[in-house]
């Protein structure tokens, strides 16, 4: 269970971001267009428009993030490959320096290297000279993004929501009161996740998305 809680760390720690991104982007958008004086279809619009393109945006980033990577480490591991399959021996020396580097002894270190690659040399190397132990599969890339787009979707309905549910002469003051809130918690829970100060990343969080809509406000009163 805890090497489960260790794996999806990761992931979670990236949606959390995607999320604070989606909060801080509707609510400026939202802040702003209120204080211009707009009617609530153009919150409407505006919001769908925010989620819609904001929430693409963020899948497409996130796709091309993880479809790079693993062609990348795809390319290091065949790289890897051929460098043994043409000098396994100079390969297995490699090896056992790397785990007298780790403070080995030589004789066990050249039984763990001789050890590992009896079983997999590429899965050997990978750990010890490329630090990679596992290699995510080729369409980890599509789900990756759609749960990108997704909790960029969550954080900017948060504003939005608030904005289309409160009386008009409310939305402003409430709603940012409400974003701040919310900043509040995935700072919070940034916090748990990365083991970091949760005062520092909640002040982190406010302060930002405070300053986005303070100054979508004023533009907004500017333009009204």
Same mark, same amino acid.
């Given at each position: 269970?805890?090497?489960?809680?260790?794996?999806?760390?990761?992931?979670?720690? /990236?949606?959390? !971001?995607?999320?604070?991104?989606?909060?801080?982007?509707?609510?400026?958008?939202?802040?702003?267009?209120?204080?211009?004086?707009?009617?609530?279809?153009?919150?409407?619009?505006?919001?769908?428009?925010?989620?819609? /393109?904001?929430?693409?945006?963020?899948?497409?980033?996130?796709?091309?993030?993880?479809?790079?990577?693993?062609? !990348?480490?795809?390319?290091?591991?065949?790289?890897?490959?051929?460098?043994?399959?043409?000098?396994?021996?100079?390969?297995?020396?490699?090896?056992?320096?790397?785990?007298?580097?780790?403070?080995?002894?030589?004789?066990?270190?050249?039984?763990?290297?001789?050890?590992?690659?009896?079983?997999?040399?590429?899965?050997?190397?990978?750990?010890?000279?490329?630090?990679?132990?596992?290699?995510?599969?080729?369409?980890?890339?599509?789900?990756?993004?759609?749960?990108?787009?997704?909790?960029?979707?969550?954080?900017?309905?948060?504003?939005?929501?608030?904005?289309?549910?409160?009386? %008009?002469?409310?939305?402003? %003051?409430?709603?940012?009161?409400? !974003?701040?809130? /919310?900043?509040?918690?995935?700072?919070?829970? %940034?916090?748990?996740?990365?083991?970091?100060?949760?005062?520092?990343?909640?002040?982190?969080?406010?302060?930002?998305?405070?300053?986005?809509?303070?100054?979508?406000?004023?533009?907004?009163?500017?333009?009204?």
């Amino acid at each position: 269970m805890r090497d489960r809680l260790s794996a999806l760390r990761p992931h979670a720690q /990236a949606s959390i !971001v995607e999320v604070n991104d989606g909060i801080t982007a509707a609510a400026g958008v939202a802040e702003g267009f209120v204080s211009a004086g707009a009617s609530a279809r153009t919150l409407l619009l505006a919001g769908t428009a925010v989620i819609l /393109a904001g929430g693409s945006a963020v899948a497409g980033v996130r796709y091309s993030e993880v479809r790079t990577e693993w062609e !990348v480490n795809r390319a290091l591991l065949e790289e890897e490959r051929a460098s043994i399959e043409a000098d396994p021996a100079g390969e297995l020396e490699e090896l056992v320096g790397i785990y007298e580097a780790k403070g080995l002894n030589p004789r066990l270190a050249r039984q763990v290297a001789e050890a590992l690659t009896e079983r997999d040399p590429v899965a050997a190397h990978a750990d010890a000279e490329l630090r990679l132990e596992t290699m995510e599969p080729k369409s980890a890339a599509v789900p990756a993004a759609v749960t990108a787009g997704f909790c960029y979707g969550i954080g900017a309905a948060v504003p939005l929501a608030a904005m289309s549910w409160l009386p %008009a002469n409310d939305r402003l %003051a409430v709603t940012f009161v409400i !974003v701040l809130v /919310a900043l509040g918690l995935t700072g919070w829970f %940034a916090a748990w996740l990365t083991g970091l100060p949760a005062l520092r990343l909640i002040r982190r969080n406010v302060v930002l998305g405070g300053t986005v809509m303070a100054a979508s406000i004023l533009i907004g009163l500017a333009l009204h």
